[in-house]
């Protein structure tokens, strides 16, 4: 038995979306001297891919350990966004306490109370670190406050409520126990000391049958999936032949062919892990999140992991616009099919449903940014594919019809208050409090359905000018609102002929609206390239050019300009999009169609429609 387990803690650090999780990880590893003199670290090392280092966000959970002090502490670092919440449940399975991190300026928002909310309930040690306490207009004290009360509401028992307070600078890498700028350290040496006095230490039963327990899931080329999580009770050793208990309650058994440890941002490989580590195993190629780990003669299944259900669903298509093919990689549907499925390996919120067509598959996942970040990593990969609009997922709750609702914080000045608070009553939102922050910002908080929340931040930026902050996460179900929530006001421009746009058309045309499309750019009918000021469709030509003849004018031709088109970005565009229209979406472009190329097709398909809707 090894006495090394009173000299481990394991932590997670929670936090809403940009509080400074990340960095504030950054320099707890580069502090640590996990990393050489000479070793370059980028900053927010532990987002690793592409789309998280270019948004700043993280989107899957990260796993690292420190030393200090003869103690190795192991860290998970969690996303702030609510679309990837259940990555944060089931981490909070894997520990012991977490570091909650509240900015310093912006105080508690909504995804500060979903992870705090999942902390408590886990029944966590929390230690608050009060972050960013060098920004401009910081106030920590009344954020101190502001935790308490969240954690009173929270129902917290009275442990969680003696809570530590650490105030610190991520981006610095200082900290203090005091809330005065003036008296931050050098380094975070109090944020360590803290976590070593409150943090318990994992139960020591490693002489106990082994129940192992899998939360996260990776994948690699060379061993398959890997299972990381954390070993409960016993002790796991390479080599050694281990059952799997399945969720379904089939049992599979395998030979425990690899086990890492982690350090820093590198995995290490281990013979032998015991209570209390947190490691990743391979050796199983169908092992899932929540199965069990234990051994052959002693069959214990844990108890299930909580696994979100999908809030929002999409339509998937085989690209069959008339410029399908002609930058992407991957365009069939074997293809596209592949790399859903490779998608299922790591991805447990995500579900992937076949229909009646080989080239059209449901997708489902927990919000627009979830299957966004799949359609832009799959378009960066190569692929050709087009998606509809996405729809919330309605769902019976005890036979009544339900659908889900947000919770939605806005922060905006007061002079855009009212405009706001009338276009979330018109998305059927309810208003559940308002507070004057006193410097002109006022706070709202609303409950509106997640239908009412689709291409909502368009509209929030053009109300507030840009000087808005909205931040949305998944509340609850209730009952379905029998209403049109939300949706576009404007119809689109759509082209009615094949070519290249000319400038000399889009000056003809300007005043119909806000143009999608530049001079140059190829499009094809039924392609959407503008949108209307009226609020239905029109059919334009910007394939025109200005005819030219043999007579010198005497008013010669001046240069043309012509408006600054809207690039839709593919966030924009899924946002975009209405009932009848579809995104395309390749590596070089994001298109906007009408699901129904033929103009003649579409005004018989639209009479007919409203033919039905009038008997």
């Not at 169609?593 to 809707?613: C, N, P, Q, T």
Request: proline share 4%; hydrophobic share 35%; net charge negative.
């Amino acid at each position: 038995m090894t006495n090394e387990r009173t000299s481990i803690r394991n932590i997670a650090i929670i936090a809403h979306v940009d509080h400074g999780k990340t960095t504030l990880v950054d320099q707890l590893l580069k502090q640590s001297g996990i990393f050489r003199e000479n070793e370059q670290v980028e900053d927010r090392a532990m987002d690793s891919d592409d789309i998280e280092k270019e948004r700043g966000i993280t989107i899957l959970a990260k796993t690292t350990a420190v030393h200090y002090k003869d103690t190795k502490i192991n860290i998970l670092d969690t996303p702030g966004h609510a679309d990837f919440g259940g990555e944060v449940e089931r981490i909070l399975k894997m520990v012991d306490g977490v570091i909650l991190v509240v900015d310093a300026f912006e105080g508690c928002m909504p995804q500060t109370r979903f992870v705090l909310k999942k902390a408590l309930e886990s029944n966590l040690q929390p230690i608050v670190v009060v972050n960013k306490i060098d920004r401009d207009f910081a106030r920590p004290e009344e954020v101190v406050d502001e935790v308490l009360e969240l954690f009173i509401e929270l129902d917290a028992n009275d442990e969680q409520l003696e809570f530590p307070v650490v105030y610190a600078s991520g981006f610095n890498g200082t900290a203090s126990l005091e809330p005065e700028p003036e008296t931050q350290e050098e380094t975070l040496r109090v944020l360590y000391d803290s976590i070593l006095e409150n943090i318990p230490e994992p139960v020591d039963n490693s002489d106990e049958p082994l129940q192992f327990q899998v939360s996260l899931l990776d994948y690699n080329d060379y061993v398959g999936r890997i299972g990381i999580g954390r070993i409960f009770r016993g002790t796991m050793k390479v080599g050694e032949q281990v059952a799997l208990i399945k969720r379904d309650g089939s049992v599979k058994q395998f030979r425990v062919t690899k086990l890492y440890g982690f350090l820093g941002l590198k995995r290490v490989e281990i013979e032998e892990a015991y209570a209390g580590d947190i490691v990743a195993v391979s050796g199983m190629e169908d092992i899932d999140v929540s199965e069990t780990i234990c051994p052959v003669d002693h069959q214990e299944p844990m108890p299930e992991l909580h696994i979100d259900e999908p809030t929002l669903q999409m339509t998937f298509l085989v690209n069959n616009s008339p410029f399908a093919g002609r930058d992407g990689k991957w365009i069939t549907a074997r293809k596209i099919e592949e790399r859903l499925e490779q998608q299922l390996q790591t991805d447990v919120s995500l579900r992937v449903d076949p229909t009646d067509s080989p080239d059209v598959w449901i997708v489902s996942g927990r919000g627009e940014l979830h299957l966004s970040i799949l359609i832009e990593n799959m378009r960066r990969e190569g692929y050709e594919l087009q998606v509809s609009k996405p729809e919330v997922i309605i769902k019976e709750v005890d036979g009544v019809k339900c659908e889900p609702f947000e919770r939605v914080q806005i922060d905006v000045p007061q002079e855009y208050s009212g405009s706001v608070i009338e276009s979330l009553g018109e998305r059927k939102g309810e208003m559940l409090d308002m507070t004057n922050n006193g410097n002109g910002q006022v706070r709202l908080v609303f409950l509106v359905p997640a239908r009412g929340m689709i291409g909502y931040s368009t509209e929030f930026l053009t109300l507030t000018r840009g000087y808005g902050i909205l931040n949305h996460t998944f509340d609850c179900y209730k009952p379905f609102i029998d209403a049109k929530i939300g949706g576009r006001r404007n119809g689109a421009l759509v082209s009615m002929e094949n070519g290249t746009v000319t400038g000399y058309s889009i000056m003809q045309l300007e005043d119909r609206g806000v143009m999608f499309v530049e001079a140059g750019t190829d499009i094809y009918a039924g392609m959407i390239v503008g949108e209307n000021t009226r609020e239905t469709d029109l059919a334009i030509n910007l394939t025109k050019a200005k005819q030219q003849t043999n007579v010198r004018s005497a008013t010669k031709d001046h240069t043309v300009t012509t408006k600054k088109p809207r690039i839709l970005t593919l966030e924009e565009a899924l946002q975009y999009i209405d009932d009848d229209e579809l995104c395309e979406v390749t590596p070089e472009s994001i298109r906007l169609r009408k699901k129904i190329l033929d103009k003649g097709e579409r005004d018989r398909v639209a009479k007919k429609k409203k033919l039905k809707d009038e008997k």
